[in-house]
Structure formats: C-alpha cells, structure tokens
C-alpha cells in the first residue's frame, strides 16, 4: 500500500512522557499508545530521541542501525501499514548521530541526520552534524524530515516547490515553548505547507520540563490540532492534497520567492 498515491494522508502524533534512558520501557508505552488509538494510519510520529530522552550520554544513549529500537520500528510499521518516524541517538562508523528514521511497512528506512545541534546543551560536542537536506515520498506526498533545533533556521527548511508536509520531532523545553508554537506556525505559513511539530512531556534527568505543545497546522498557519498543555496524548488528523493545491494555485507566493540555493 506504501507506493499507492493519496489525495489524503492520515498522520498520527504522538505526545509521550518519556522514561530516561529505557528503550524497552519507551517502545512498549509507544504500542501501547497507538493500540489504545485504534484508529488506522498513514504516518506515526514519535518525538525526538523517543527512545531514551535528549541525552548527551551518546555512549549509552547510541545504538547501531540494526539495534532493538530500529527492529521495533519495522515491527510497528509493518503491523500497522503505516510509516513510523522519530529520532534515536545512533553509532554509525565511530561517530554519533542524532538521527531521524524513516520506516515504511515494506521494512524501507531512510534517515535525516540532525544539521542544527544544539550547542546550548552541548550537542554539537557530543554529536555529529548532519549533511544533507532528506525529503521521503510516501503514498503519493513529499516530507521533509526536521528535527528539533532545526526550527529555528528557515533557509534550511525553505520550500522550493519539492515537499507537501515538514515534520519537526523535538524534546524542546517549557520555557521556551512560545518560540516553539511561533516558529511552527512561520514555517507553514512561509512554506505554505502542513507542518508537524512533535513533542514531549514531563520532566528529564537534567530537571528540564517539557510540555509538550505537538501541533499540526495547515498551509496558512492556522492550527488543525493543539495536544493540550502537559498531557500525554496520541491522536490522528487528516490532511488533504487537494486543499493544498488549491491554496497553492489561489495564492501562489512561492513564484515571488528569492531564488538561491542551500550550500550544505
């Protein structure tokens, strides 16, 4: 059903609370979650690091690309038909990468390397930067792969006419979540785009609280769904290509847009 082309796209965020550091634990809240939604899917989006929380541990955080979570991941697609997303800390060749993966029913994976790491935290110490800009074609839309961080660069995530949705996993603190909701709500109102913004809740090993704030609004910014402040939540929402188009054709601003190219 994967290469089966879509006018509509059903996408699933889900709003955990996440165990530090305890894969298993995460990915069986992670099932249990989508078995309690019940309802069918096209994409499920997990938050950032879902496995483990934001950890600057990447020794204990890693694993490789054959490792529990990623079978996990294949698993989920599969049973469910639908493309499981979200990022994990991964070895790969000696270094480590915050790495969003991209699994498909078929058991396909792709993944988006983190460009923008967070140096505020140490990330950019710990972790290595990504290289190339990832758009995946799934039943017929175009994604762009974000994470986090990456939010806050528009000219990275800058839409040349080459993806329908922009979905953005993040572990993204409560004290800033007004930059959180903002910069959403820019980035698919510039892009004229849906975009995904996918967070936690609860509160990490290093007494950051997060609140969570997943939204996924529409190509004029409006909000199509808000998860309610501090909640743990996994709900789903349709998005429609033809309204898409049809916006894009009404009010065409992407052909007054400055012409240049991304130096990765």
Not at 6 to 28: F, R
Not at 55 to 60: C, F, H, N
Not at 254 to 264: C, G, M, V
Request: charged fraction near 25%; proline fraction near 3%; glycine fraction near 6%.
């Amino acid at each position: 059903m994967q290469n089966l082309v879509q006018e509509e796209l059903t996408v699933v965020l889900v709003q955990p609370d996440i165990k530090w550091q305890s894969p298993a634990q995460n990915c069986d809240m992670y099932a249990r979650l989508l078995d309690e939604h019940s309802a069918s899917a096209d994409v499920v989006v997990l938050p950032e690091m879902f496995a483990t929380g934001f950890s600057m541990d990447s020794r204990k955080a890693a694993q490789t690309m054959d490792g529990e979570t990623i079978v996990w991941m294949k698993q989920q697609a599969a049973q469910r038909d639908a493309a499981i997303t979200g990022s994990l800390a991964i070895i790969e060749n000696g270094e480590y990468y915050n790495r969003m993966l991209w699994v498909e029913p078929d058991g396909k994976v792709q993944h988006y390397d983190k460009r923008h790491l967070f140096r505020m935290a140490g990330e950019h110490e710990r972790y290595q930067s990504g290289q190339e800009r990832v758009i995946v074609s799934f039943r017929g839309w175009d994604i762009l792969l974000q994470v986090c961080y990456d939010l806050r660069f528009p000219v990275y995530s800058r839409n040349c006419n080459d993806y329908d949705l922009a979905l953005y996993v993040a572990n993204w603190p409560a004290v800033r979540r007004y930059p959180w909701r903002t910069l959403l709500a820019a980035r698919a109102i510039e892009n004229l785009c849906y975009v995904a913004g996918v967070n936690r809740v609860g509160t990490d090993a290093n007494e950051l609280e997060y609140s969570g704030d997943s939204m996924l609004l529409d190509f004029k910014g409006e909000v199509l769904c808000d998860y309610m402040q501090g909640k743990v939540f996994c709900a789903s929402n349709t998005l429609s290509k033809g309204d898409l188009l049809a916006f894009r054709e009404q009010f065409p601003a992407y052909q007054d847009a400055d012409d240049f190219s991304l130096k990765l």
